[in-house]
């Protein structure tokens, strides 16, 4: 039976559409800021393109994958082409296409060239490895490793987030060291930019590019694009000066730099060098253009699940490296204990008394992680453990404890971090983990910031994704009714 195109079933909003075969096999992934329009133009002409009627023709589900803005479906179709390499996708197949970063490498001189991301291509979340009955030092390690990572990601600072929303781009700030940190920025969206502005920050402060670094100047150094350290033409002292200050403009001072561009395009002006000088203009007011905020393709090295509990399932987004990867929609009744058993992995060894009596065991050993924001939760997004209120209320916070607790028992690996719309006792979850796994991740309930956007984000595509299940129900009922 081919495949049956209802536009009913698909938004009018921007986000990433993912063909499958009957089988399952990714065909073929795009993108679009109006889903319903493109999609539509698939199956309401005829293709002349061969390859087109191959397509079409092969197509039996369509995936969707709701977004916020443009921006973020044009990130989110480079991933997701790169990580499933689809066989009709020719375009941003390879690691080097798609959207680089300007970066600034932990050498001894520090070179600044362009970085494109890699992705781990391995299937589900890749966690840290904690199968079952795994326990002992390398446990052990993985789990001080995940730790120290996940305080190193909650320490987000003001000034990168003012650098996205300046830039349109993520940074990426390493921990202090005795070398210059690695900066990034981006991705971008233009090439043409990106290359400019490289141009702009190499001639501005004689930042190498040579890969690997000659012993002698070369040309570059004669025409002024580099301060020629290779050869002591500066110190490294001074050489080390140049590389913070173009780091700085990098990490966090976006207006800084377009400060300093304006500088630079009125020395070009009084020399009459009118050309470069409307060169840098253009490129100024690019940058000062505000970009749609993006949270689908951020710098990070954890891996991370989200997972948002409705009335009737439970969408589970995976993040890995702060790029989203894939979501999936589980069946879930949380409205009480009973009905939370009936979820997708049944096991009465997770039921509310086994996880009690781990966390119990484990006393305070296990760390109660929350977002350390004292706001309280907006509405629909659950509240935190311990809450007052009457017995059914608590019984019905617990069942999301009763879900996590049996959902990653049964897992073969386990995220760094959770983030969660709705939880009751973070303590005992973890310490049924811990038990079980000998590994308890992150868990998280933010109230605000980055976190809660992706929760939001899970929202959005669990509403539109029940809602197509439900129309698809009912039609069916409405077809059986018919024929009998």
Same mark, same amino acid.
């Given at each position: 039976m081919s495949f049956q195109y209802r536009a009913a079933d698909y938004p009018e909003a921007p986000g990433c559409y993912i063909m499958k075969d009957a089988e399952g096999k990714i065909l073929y992934i795009g993108k679009s800021k109006r889903l319903r329009a493109r999609l539509g133009s698939y199956f309401h002409q005829r293709h002349k393109v061969r390859r087109l009627q191959q397509l079409v023709s092969e197509v039996a589900d369509i995936e969707i994958m709701l977004v916020n803005n443009e921006d973020e479906s044009l990130l989110l179709e480079n991933n997701l082409i790169k990580l499933h390499k689809p066989p009709y996708n020719?375009?941003? !197949? %390879?690691?080097?296409?798609?959207?680089?970063?300007?970066?600034?490498?932990?050498?001894?001189?520090?070179? /600044?060239?362009?970085?494109?991301?890699? %992705?781990? !291509?391995i299937g589900g979340v890749a966690g840290v490895a904690a199968k079952a009955g795994s326990s002992g030092a390398a446990d052990a390690e993985r789990a001080e490793r995940a730790v120290g990572a996940a305080k190193a990601l909650s320490t987000e600072t003001a000034g990168a987030s003012r650098t996205g929303r300046a830039m349109g781009a993520s940074t990426s700030i390493a921990a202090p060291s005795s070398e210059p940190p690695v900066r990034r920025l981006g991705p971008f969206k233009s090439r043409q930019f990106r290359t400019a502005l490289m141009e702009f920050l190499i001639a501005h402060y004689g930042l190498r590019t040579c890969d690997p670094m000659p012993k002698r100047v070369c040309l570059l150094y004669h025409l002024g694009r580099c301060s020629g350290v290779c050869e002591g033409m500066i110190s490294e002292e001074e050489y080390r000066g140049r590389v913070n200050e173009a780091a700085e403009l990098l990490s966090n001072r976006g207006e800084e730099l377009i400060r300093v561009m304006k500088a630079k395009m009125e020395e070009h002006a009084? %020399?009459?060098?009118?050309?470069?000088?409307?060169?840098?203009?253009?490129?100024?007011?690019?940058?000062?253009?505000?970009?749609?905020?993006?949270?689908?393709? !951020?710098?990070?090295?954890?891996?991370?699940?989200?997972v948002y509990f409705g009335s009737s399932g439970v969408l589970i987004a995976a993040v890995q490296e702060g790029m989203l990867r894939e979501m999936r929609l589980l069946?879930?009744?949380?409205?009480?204990?009973?009905?939370?058993?009936?979820?997708?992995?049944?096991?009465?060894?997770?039921?509310?008394?086994v996880v009690k009596s781990a966390a119990e065991r484990a006393g305070t050993e296990c760390d109660v992680e929350s977002s350390g924001v004292a706001d309280e939760a907006p509405i629909g997004y659950g509240s935190d453990a311990d809450a007052s209120g009457d017995t059914g209320e608590k019984e019905s916070l617990a069942a999301y404890d009763r879900f996590l607790a049996s959902y990653y028992l049964e897992r073969e690996t386990l995220p760094d971090e959770i983030i969660v719309s709705s939880v009751s006792n973070i303590r005992m979850v973890r310490a049924a983990l811990r038990r079980s796994r000998g590994y308890a991740p992150r868990?998280?309930?933010?109230?605000?910031?980055?976190?809660?956007?992706? /929760?939001?984000?899970?929202?959005?595509?669990?509403?539109? !994704?029940?809602? %197509?299940?439900?129309?698809?129900?009912?039609?069916?009922?409405?077809?059986?009714?018919?024929?009998t």
């Open positions: 020719r375009a941003l !197949r %390879r690691e080097n296409s798609g959207y680089a970063y300007l970066h600034l490498t932990e050498e001894r001189y520090p070179r /600044l060239g362009v970085h494109y991301r890699k %992705r781990n !291509r009084e %020399r009459l060098e009118f050309e470069q000088a409307g060169s840098l203009l253009e490129h100024i007011r690019i940058l000062e253009r505000k970009p749609a905020k993006q949270i689908v393709d !951020r710098e990070g090295t954890l891996s991370q699940e989200v069946p879930w009744k949380g409205s009480g204990a009973a009905e939370a058993s009936n979820g997708p992995v049944q096991d009465e060894s997770c039921e509310a008394g868990i998280v309930h933010p109230k605000r910031g980055l976190k809660l956007a992706l /929760l939001q984000l899970c929202a959005s595509n669990y509403e539109y !994704r029940v809602g %197509r299940l439900e129309a698809a129900t009912a039609a069916a009922a409405a077809q059986t009714e018919k024929t």
